[in-house]
């Protein structure tokens, strides 16, 4: 009997969930929903102590100093989570405004930049 690969049960998650979503009443819809993002943040907690399991000893073979390298990589990817994690309304209303200013800013560099090169 073959077996069922990873890829044809999230395909088959995915379905039975937009199924179960449309049909199921609002509290057990609620149920699943709450799971979803529990599971999610735990995911995403989970992820930088996966990548030291997996991706510590490998560097490890290659030289002793690349460790150091990985431990200050996984710090700031904590740090950064942990930040965005507190200031996410915050995150958010910089965004919205942020992005138009970003652009203009580019915008002006590249317009100086090509003047620069036609002169």
């Known amino acids: 009997m073959k077996k069922f690969g990873l890829l ?4 088959v998650a995915i ?6 979503g449309n049909f199921l009443p609002e509290g057990w819809v609620r149920v699943f929903t709450t ?4 599971f999610s943040q735990f995911l995403g907690f989970l992820i930088p102590l996966i990548i030291i399991g997996l991706v510590i000893p490998a ?10 390298l990985l431990l200050l990589t996984v710090g700031l990817a904590y740090a950064d989570t942990i930040v965005a994690g507190l200031l996410d309304s915050f995150g958010t209303a910089c965004n919205v405004t942020g ?12 317009s ?8």
């Open 8 to 11: 044809p049960r999230i395909a």
């Open 15 to 20: 379905v039975l969930g937009i199924v179960f």
């Open 35 to 38: 799971f979803n993002y529990v």
């Open 59 to 68: 560097i490890a073979d290659i030289r002793r100093s690349a460790g150091r």
């Open 99 to 110: 992005d138009g200013a970003l652009a203009v800013i580019i915008d002006r560099l590249h």
């Open 112 to 119: 100086k930049a090509k003047k620069e090169a036609v002169h």
